[in-house]
C-alpha cells in the first residue's frame, strides 16, 4: 500500500475518533469558544498526528555495539542480482518471464480513483469561491472600519467572506438589517471564515469519511453559536432576533464557503439560546483532550514492531546483541579462523528458476583489496570487478568493460569485506540494531538489522539455536527507487581450513526471478594474478 493510502487511513481514523469525541462530550455544552478551539485542533491532529513517527520507548532498533564479523560469504553470491544488469534483464526470455513489474496494481488503481474525487470537489470548490468573487465584484462597495458593505438587489441570503459583508438591505427593515450587520461584524472580527474553509478543505481530502461531513457542520453551527451570543450578552432581544433568522431564512439562495446570518439547524440555534449556560465544572471534560489525542496517536501510530515484539519476548536485553554476533562467528568456524582469510576463490552452478536456464559461476575475492565474479548462462558471459574506489563490469551486449559508476560502487563495496555489512560497521559507516525474534521456517530466528551510511537496510536471520545466518533480506535505493532482494541460505559444510558456510544459496531479486547457487569447489588463501581483476583492453 503507498504511504499517501496508508497516511489518508490514519487520518481518517483519527478525525474519527476525535469527531465521535466531541459528539459525545462536548456538542451541548455553551462554551463556545473553548468548542471551536478544539474543532480546529481535530482538523490540525487528524492531518498531523499520522506524520508523527511511532514511538519506541525501549530503544532497541537504536542500540550500536562494538564491531563484530557475521558470516564472511553472506555477500559471495550477490554480484550477478545487485548488478543493475541482472540475468532476468540480460536476457530477453527471462525478462518477459516475469510481465508484473509493469502490471497496474488494484492499489494504484483505487488511488487515482481517490485523487479523481478530490480533484472533481477542488474543481467545485474553486467555482463557488468564483461566484463569491463574481456576487462581491458586482456589489456596490464601501469601506468603513476595515469591512467592506457589499450592496445588492439580489435575493441571496446575507453573509459575511473575509472582512466582505453581503447584504441586500431592501429586504429587511432598520432594526432586521442593524441585526444582520452585527452579527456577520462578528464572524469578520473573529476570523470565523478560516475555520469554514480549513473545514473545506478537510472535507475535500477525506471525503470518503462522512463523519468529515459531520465535522464541518459542527464548525460552521458552532460559529453561528459564537456569533448569536455575542449579540444577546450585547442586549439585543432575544425573541426578536430568534424571529429576525427564521424571517430571513425563507426564499432565499445560501453559499456553503461563507458565514450565513440564516445558516441551516435553525431549530438547534434557537434552543442553544434558550438553554442555560454550562455549569463551569463541566470544564473538566476538555482535560480530556491531551489524553485523548495521545490515544488517538497511539492508535494510529501503535508502538513500534520492534517495541512490541520486545515486550512479547519479555524485552531482549540490548548486550545481547554482542553476543548473538559471537555465536554466530563460532558457527562459522571461529574468529581466528575467518580473520585468517585473505583470499577465497569458488566454483559455483547456477540455475534460473521458471526457464530452466543453468550455467556457472566464479568468485574471486582478496579481502579488502579486490573482487571479480564471472557467470556464465546461456552462452553468455557477465563479468564485474570492483576495488574500495573503482570498478567496472562487462555484458554480454558490450564489447569493452564499462566503468562502475559512484552509486554501483558504494552497492558493491560490502563484498570485499569479511563480514559485509557487520564487519568493522563503525569504520564503515553503519549501525547494527537487535529487533528481537521472529520465526521463520517453524525456527526461532534474531532479527539483525544494519543501516548503513547510505541508508541501505539489511536485515539478517540467524538461527537462534545453530546462530547460522539462514536469511538475508536487504533493501536499497538505486537511482532513486526502492529494491529489496532476498538471500536464502542452506546446506552449511566445512571447508578445508575449517570455516563453515553455505553451499546452497537461493537469491530472488527485485523482479521476482530466484536464481539458485550450489558451490563445487572452494579454495582459500591463494596467490591470485592481479591481471585478472584489470579492466580488458
Known sequence: MSPFLIYLLKANAAISILVLSYFLLLRNEKFFKLNRAFLIAILIFSFALPLTPAANFFKIDQIENHPTAMNSFARVYNRISKSEQPIANIYRDIASYHPTAMRITSMQIIFVAYLFVVFILLLRFLFQLFNLYRIIKQSKKHLRDGIVYCEHDRELSPFSFFNYLVINKSAYDRKQSDQIVDHEIVHIRQWHIIDILFSELAQIVLWVNPLSIVLKKYIKLNLEFIADESLLDHGIDKKEYQLNILSSSFNSMRYPLTNLFNSS?????????????????????????????????????????????????????????????????????????????????????????????????????????????????????????????????????????????????????????????????????????????????????????????????????????????????????????????????????????????????????????????????????????????????
Not at 329 to 343: I, T, W, Y
Not at 349 to 374: A, L, P, Q
Not at 422 to 447: D, P, Q, R, T, W
Open 265 to 537: 439547524k435553525l431549530k438547534l440555534r434557537i434552543k442553544m439560546m434558550n438553554s442555560k449556560k454550562s455549569p463551569t465544572r463541566n470544564l473538566y471534560k476538555y482535560a480530556f483532550m491531551l489524553p485523548l489525542i495521545l490515544v488517538v496517536y497511539f492508535i494510529i501510530n501503535p508502538l513500534s514492531v520492534q517495541t512490541l515484539k520486545a515486550q512479547v519476548q519479555k524485552q531482549i536485553q540490548p548486550q545481547e546483541i554482542d553476543s548473538v554476533i559471537a555465536k554466530s562467528l563460532e558457527a562459522m568456524g571461529g574468529k581466528d579462523k575467518v580473520n585468517a582469510l585473505r583470499s577465497i576463490h569458488i566454483e559455483c552452478t547456477v540455475s534460473v528458476s521458471g526457464n530452466g536456464m543453468s550455467g556457472s559461476s566464479i568468485y574471486d575475492i582478496v579481502f579488502g583489496d579486490r573482487y571479480r565474479h564471472e557467470t556464465t548462462i546461456g552462452g553468455q558471459k557477465v563479468i564485474l570487478c570492483e576495488s574500495e574506489a573503482t570498478g567496472w563490469k562487462m555484458n554480454p551486449r558490450d564489447h569493452a568493460g564499462i566503468a562502475l559508476t559512484n552509486n554501483e560502487i558504494t552497492e558493491y563495496k560490502p563484498d570485499l569485506y569479511h563480514g559485509g555489512y557487520l564487519f568493522n560497521y563503525v569504520e564503515l559507516g553503519n549501525k547494527i540494531a537487535l529487533e528481537g525474534k521472529e520465526e521463520l521456517l517453524g525456527k526461532s530466528m534474531f532479527k539483525i538489522k544494519v543501516t548503513t551510511k547510505d541508508r541501505a537496510e539489511i536485515f539478517y536471520y540467524i538461527n537462534a539455536n545453530s546462530y547460522q545466518l539462514v536469511k538475508e533480506v536487504r533493501v536499497y535505493k538505486f537511482n532513486g527507487q526502492s529494491r529489496t532482494r532476498v538471500f536464502d541460505y542452506a546446506d552449511f559444510k566445512k571447508t578445508d581450513e575449517g570455516c563453515i558456510i553455505p553451499f546452497s544459496t537461493t537469491m530472488t531479486n527485485p523482479q521476482g526471478t530466484a536464481i539458485h547457487f550450489t558451490i563445487n569447489k572452494v579454495t582459500t588463501n591463494i596467490d591470485m594474478d592481479s591481471k585478472m581483476f584489470a579492466e580488458p583492453e
